[in-house]
């Protein structure tokens, strides 16, 4: 009974971290990928009070370049929930709930508008990129990359308001 009730807790454990830091992984992956630079630290400036990942971060990258992730739970399901804003030296790119657009000097990217479909969030462009990859081409993402997402995202699940994490190089 003992040992049932540490794999049942922790996997209610797993589970949890899952589901709550699965979205915010990704925010912190495309402000690193848009800024094109390691993160060095991150400021947590809100926290969202219905026990989810949901907060307001400032990501400061070292080639100068700045996030602000806002990504919130504990709004009802009709109203927008999520800002990714990246902006470094002579470029910007602000997405409002995966809807809209807005960008300055970035190649690639359409000045503002609405996607004409449902929320692009890159689903078939990352399971092509895994597959080309298995296959022998070139790796999707640097593994240190990935790394260095991860460990963020696992440090911001724990930040409190006003709380600072720098990088550890």
């Given amino acids: 009974p003992r040992r049932r009730r540490n794999r049942i807790h922790r996997a209610r454990a797993f589970r949890r ?5 699965q979205a915010t992984c990704h925010f912190i992956d495309l402000a ?3 800024a094109g630079s390691p993160i060095a630290s991150v400021v947590c ?3 969202d009070r219905d026990g989810q990942d949901g907060g307001c971060f400032q990501m400061e990258f070292r080639n100068g370049s700045k996030a602000v992730i806002d990504y919130r739970t504990d709004l ?3 109203l927008p929930k999520e800002v990714v804003e990246v902006k470094g030296q002579g470029f910007s790119a602000t997405i409002h709930n995966w809807t809209r657009l ?3 000097g970035l190649r690639g990217l359409r000045k503002g508008g609405f ?3 449902r929320p692009a ?3 078939e462009e990352a399971v092509r990129a895994f597959l080309k990859a298995i296959k022998g081409g070139p790796e999707p993402i ?3 990359e990935i790394f260095e997402v991860s460990r963020f995202a696992i440090k911001m699940q724990e930040m409190r308001e006003g709380e600072r994490v720098d990088s550890e190089e």
């Fill in 121 to 123: 969030k890159g689903h």
């Fill in 142 to 144: 640097p593994a240190e």
């Fill in 45 to 47: 400036l809100r926290r």
């Fill in 76 to 78: 009802p399901a009709r």
């Fill in 115 to 117: 996607w004409r479909r």
């Fill in 17 to 21: 971290w899952g589901v709550k830091g």
């Fill in 32 to 34: 690193r990928y848009l």
């Fill in 102 to 104: 807005r960008s300055q």
